[in-house]
Protein backbone atom coordinates (compact mmCIF):
# COMPACT_ATOMS: atom_id res chain seq x y z
CA UNK A 1 0.00 0.00 0.00
CA UNK A 2 0.60 3.63 -0.46
CA UNK A 3 3.04 4.88 2.45
CA UNK A 4 5.03 8.12 3.42
CA UNK A 5 7.46 8.25 6.58
CA UNK A 6 7.95 12.12 7.42
CA UNK A 7 10.98 13.06 9.43
CA UNK A 8 13.02 16.05 10.66
CA UNK A 9 10.55 17.59 12.35
CA UNK A 10 12.05 20.01 15.09
CA UNK A 11 11.93 23.22 17.99
CA UNK A 12 13.65 25.90 15.79
CA UNK A 13 13.80 29.40 16.96
CA UNK A 14 12.42 31.90 14.40
CA UNK A 15 14.46 32.96 11.42
CA UNK A 16 16.17 29.35 11.44
CA UNK A 17 16.76 26.53 9.22
CA UNK A 18 15.39 22.63 8.98
CA UNK A 19 15.38 20.13 6.41
CA UNK A 20 12.04 17.98 6.21
CA UNK A 21 12.47 14.47 4.38
CA UNK A 22 9.80 12.11 3.43
CA UNK A 23 10.14 8.17 2.04
CA UNK A 24 7.68 6.91 0.19
CA UNK A 25 6.83 3.15 -0.98
CA UNK A 26 3.98 1.46 -2.65
CA UNK A 27 3.72 3.40 -5.78
CA UNK A 28 5.97 4.19 -9.01
CA UNK A 29 7.76 7.07 -6.99
CA UNK A 30 9.32 7.97 -10.06
CA UNK A 31 6.81 8.63 -12.30
CA UNK A 32 4.61 10.82 -9.68
CA UNK A 33 4.39 14.36 -8.90
CA UNK A 34 4.86 14.83 -4.93
CA UNK A 35 3.98 17.16 -2.60
CA UNK A 36 4.19 18.47 0.98
CA UNK A 37 1.17 20.02 3.17
CA UNK A 38 1.27 21.55 6.51
CA UNK A 39 -1.77 21.99 9.28
CA UNK A 40 -0.72 24.46 11.58
CA UNK A 41 -2.71 24.57 15.25
CA UNK A 42 -6.37 25.36 15.15
CA UNK A 43 -6.21 25.54 10.96
CA UNK A 44 -7.33 23.39 8.01
CA UNK A 45 -4.27 21.35 6.20
CA UNK A 46 -3.03 23.52 3.50
CA UNK A 47 -1.02 22.72 0.25
CA UNK A 48 3.11 24.43 0.60
CA UNK A 49 4.63 22.37 -2.69
CA UNK A 50 4.93 20.15 -5.58
CA UNK A 51 7.85 19.11 -7.65
CA UNK A 52 7.40 17.23 -10.84
CA UNK A 53 8.42 13.41 -11.23
CA UNK A 54 11.14 14.32 -13.17
CA UNK A 55 12.32 17.18 -10.82
CA UNK A 56 12.21 19.89 -13.30
CA UNK A 57 9.34 21.83 -12.30
CA UNK A 58 8.31 23.02 -8.71
CA UNK A 59 5.68 25.18 -7.40
CA UNK A 60 4.74 27.12 -4.35
CA UNK A 61 2.46 28.22 -1.63
CA UNK A 62 2.79 32.32 -1.85
CA UNK A 63 3.99 32.49 2.18
CA UNK A 64 6.88 29.98 1.59
CA UNK A 65 7.46 31.46 -1.78
CA UNK A 66 11.31 32.10 -1.59
CA UNK A 67 11.77 30.64 1.89
CA UNK A 68 11.20 27.08 1.40
CA UNK A 69 12.52 24.36 -1.45
CA UNK A 70 11.29 21.31 -2.64
CA UNK A 71 13.81 18.86 -3.73
CA UNK A 72 13.65 14.82 -4.96
CA UNK A 73 15.77 12.00 -5.12
CA UNK A 74 13.88 9.53 -7.34
CA UNK A 75 16.74 6.60 -6.70
CA UNK A 76 15.87 6.93 -3.23
CA UNK A 77 11.98 7.47 -3.36
CA UNK A 78 12.53 10.71 -0.77
CA UNK A 79 11.09 14.27 -1.12
CA UNK A 80 12.78 16.70 0.92
CA UNK A 81 11.67 20.42 1.95
CA UNK A 82 14.45 22.67 3.15
CA UNK A 83 13.04 25.26 5.07
CA UNK A 84 14.74 28.94 6.05
CA UNK A 85 13.79 31.95 7.70
CA UNK A 86 11.01 30.65 9.71
CA UNK A 87 8.16 31.96 11.79
CA UNK A 88 5.75 31.26 14.36
CA UNK A 89 3.62 31.12 11.16
CA UNK A 90 5.37 28.26 9.90
CA UNK A 91 4.41 26.13 13.04
CA UNK A 92 2.54 22.90 12.39
CA UNK A 93 2.71 18.87 11.22
CA UNK A 94 4.21 18.67 7.94
CA UNK A 95 2.92 15.87 5.75
CA UNK A 96 3.93 14.91 2.05
CA UNK A 97 1.64 12.66 -0.18
CA UNK A 98 1.17 12.25 -4.12
CA UNK A 99 -1.35 13.74 -5.73
CA UNK A 100 -4.40 13.36 -5.24
CA UNK A 101 -3.87 13.75 -2.09
CA UNK A 102 -5.56 11.20 -0.57
CA UNK A 103 -3.18 8.74 1.02
CA UNK A 104 -1.27 10.72 4.17
CA UNK A 105 2.06 9.75 6.78
CA UNK A 106 1.77 10.70 10.15
CA UNK A 107 3.76 13.73 9.30
CA UNK A 108 6.64 15.63 11.13
CA UNK A 109 5.72 18.48 13.99
CA UNK A 110 7.89 21.71 12.97
CA UNK A 111 7.43 24.14 16.09
CA UNK A 112 9.06 27.81 15.46
CA UNK A 113 9.34 29.51 18.49
CA UNK A 114 12.01 31.78 20.81
Same mark, same amino acid.
Given at each position: ?????????????? $? %? &?? *?????????? =????????????????????????? $? %? &?? *?????????? =????????????????????????????? *???????WG?????????
Amino acid at each position: QVQFVESGGDLVQP $G %G &SL *TLTCVASGFV =FSDSNMMWFRQGPGKQREWVATISF $G %G &SR *TTYADPVKGR =FTIGRDNAKNTVTLQMSDLTVDDTGVYYC *TKPPPVDWGRGTQVTVSS
